[in-house]
Nanobody, 114 residues
Framework: QVQPVESGGGLVQPGGSLRLSCVVG????????MAWYRQVPGKEREFLAS???????YYADSVKGRFTISRNNDENAVYLQMNSLSPEDTAVYYC????????WGKGTLVTVSG
């Protein structure tokens, strides 16, 4: 069962930055689009950003201009650079292949608090 492994979360002050990483094994990574999502307990999972196999990038309005998605095919990894964080960004962050979805990983918790 292919499952992404996310890392890089933590506690950060408002206005701070974090860089999340996600590694995916078991697929031909470079052929696959990848995306980042987040979920707050009690709410639906929210799409944040995607990067295609050809590196076309799309952002949700909620993170456009603050978050940057990138990928390293040699490392089977996708990254999310998050800047200007606010308490509203507090959530568990996940990566996944948008279509078809893989099993969801455990995610990485980001807490923005002063």
């Amino acid at each position: 069962q292919v499952q992404p492994v996310e890392s890089g979360g933590g506690l950060v002050q408002p206005g701070g930055s974090l860089r999340l990483s996600c590694v995916v094994g078991g697929i031909i990574f470079r052929w696959n689009d990848m995306a980042w999502y987040r979920q707050v307990p009690g709410k639906e999972r929210e799409f944040l950003a995607s990067i295609s196999s050809s590196r076309d990038i799309y952002y949700a309005d909620s993170v456009k201009g603050r978050f940057t998605i990138s990928r390293n095919n040699d490392e089977n990894a996708v990254y999310l650079q998050m800047n200007s964080l606010s308490p509203e960004d507090t959530a568990v962050y996940y990566c996944n292949r948008p279509r078809p979805l893989l099993s969801w990983g455990k995610g990485t918790l980001v807490t923005v608090s002063g």
